[in-house]
């Protein structure tokens, strides 16, 4: 792990081979649009030798705009319950278990929280009124499919999620469905305002060994960046954490390094202040 026993990160690792960033509050601006900048430094940081990977709670299909300026070879989403190529062929795809759905429907639900379903390679709603879809929309660029119920797509759930603008029910619903689920699925939140069920056993943390196994990268030779709680356990296994200037305190005191947010390039200052100078090309 990269926090040590008192709590604190433990040193940041000299040399980096492979950098995996989170998406949205990172990788994107307000507008979840990529900064020029950001691009530059990435291309950057591929010229140096090191390869550059992305990680979301966002669906796979909702990173297509990523995939070509980043030149991304490979990428996940549903915080790492799926993993796929530049041409969102599957490395690996897991699923929320039936049970684990059903539970965490009818919690989040009865507390008030609209729910979706990502399925199928499918966005599937049943209130298409509720205010945070116009948000997805903007964020995944596809739009939702309205059913009157979930049905056997709960079955092939890559991700479900409770949206609410009362922040302290979902983070009530966070704390009580980790353990009401057990090993039939991860409740996070990617947001806010978004509480995310995704395949039991990966998380973020998951996605960077994934990453660095596919690209024969030790653990220690990834630098991770980002910005939420659900990041954390990337910053558990790489071996350079950074946080994001709009990151929480909670995520920052876990970090080795804090850039500028999101709206400042914040990704590309990282790359150029703590990423580039660990590379082989500059040893």
Same mark, same amino acid.
């Given at each position: 792990?990269?926090?040590?026993?008192?709590?604190?990160?433990?040193?940041?690792?000299?040399?980096?081979?492979?950098?995996?960033?989170?998406?949205?509050?990172?990788?994107?601006?307000?507008?979840?649009?990529?900064?020029?900048?950001?691009?530059?430094?990435?291309?950057?940081?591929?010229?140096?030798?090191?390869?550059?990977?992305?990680?979301?709670?966002?669906?796979?299909?909702?990173?297509?705009?990523?995939?070509?300026?980043?030149?991304?070879?490979?990428?996940?989403?549903?915080?790492?319950?799926?993993?796929?190529?530049?041409?969102?062929?599957?490395?690996?795809q897991h699923y929320v278990t039936l049970d684990a759905a059903q539970t965490g429907i009818e919690v989040m639900k009865a507390r008030g929280a609209y729910i979706w379903v990502f399925a199928d390679n499918e966005w599937y709603i049943?209130?298409?009124?509720?205010?945070?879809?116009?948000?997805?929309?903007?964020?995944?660029?596809?739009?939702?499919?309205?059913?009157?119920?979930?049905?056997?797509?709960?079955?092939?759930?890559?991700?479900?999620?409770?949206? +609410?603008?009362?922040? $302290?029910?979902?983070? *009530?619903?966070?704390? !009580?469905?980790?353990? %009401?689920?057990?090993?039939? &699925?991860? @409740?996070?939140?990617?947001?806010?305002?978004?509480?995310?069920?995704?395949?039991?056993?990966?998380?973020?943390?998951?996605?960077?060994?994934?990453?660095?196994?596919?690209?024969?990268?030790?653990?220690?030779?990834?630098?991770?960046?980002?910005?939420?709680?659900?990041?954390?356990?990337?910053?558990?296994?790489?071996?350079?954490?950074?946080?994001?200037?709009?990151?929480?305190?909670?995520?920052?005191?876990?970090?080795?390094?804090?850039? +500028?947010?999101?709206? $400042?390039?914040?990704? *590309?200052?990282?790359? !150029?202040?703590?990423? %580039?100078?660990?590379?082989? &090309?500059? @040893?």
């Amino acid at each position: 792990m990269s926090v040590s026993g008192n709590g604190v990160p433990r040193a940041a690792s000299q040399r980096i081979s492979l950098m995996v960033s989170d998406v949205d509050g990172t990788l994107v601006n307000h507008d979840k649009q990529l900064a020029p900048a950001t691009v530059e430094a990435v291309r950057r940081l591929r010229e140096a030798g090191v390869p550059f990977a992305a990680v979301s709670s966002r669906p796979p299909r909702g990173m297509k705009l990523l995939v070509e300026p980043l030149a991304l070879e490979l990428f996940g989403g549903f915080n790492g319950g799926s993993i796929v190529r530049a041409d969102f062929s599957p490395v690996e795809q897991h699923y929320v278990t039936l049970d684990a759905a059903q539970t965490g429907i009818e919690v989040m639900k009865a507390r008030g929280a609209y729910i979706w379903v990502f399925a199928d390679n499918e966005w599937y709603i049943t209130d298409p009124d509720n205010s945070y879809v116009a948000r997805e929309i903007r964020t995944v660029q596809f739009q939702p499919t309205v059913v009157s119920e979930f049905g056997d797509h709960l079955g092939r759930a890559g991700k479900i999620v409770g949206s +609410s603008s009362d922040f $302290e029910m979902l983070a *009530a619903c966070e704390a !009580e469905l980790q353990g %009401l689920l057990g090993e039939g &699925a991860s @409740a996070r939140r990617s947001q806010n305002y978004y509480l995310d069920l995704t395949p039991p056993g990966t998380d973020k943390g998951y996605a960077v060994r994934a990453f660095a196994k596919h690209f024969g990268v030790p653990l220690d030779e990834v630098a991770v960046i980002g910005d939420m709680v659900n990041d954390l356990p990337m910053f558990e296994v790489g071996g350079l954490s950074i946080a994001m200037g709009n990151a929480s305190d909670a995520v920052k005191s876990q970090a080795n390094f804090v850039t +500028s947010n999101n709206d $400042e390039d914040g990704v *590309a200052r990282a790359i !150029e202040e703590f990423v %580039l100078p660990r590379t082989a &090309a500059a @040893a």
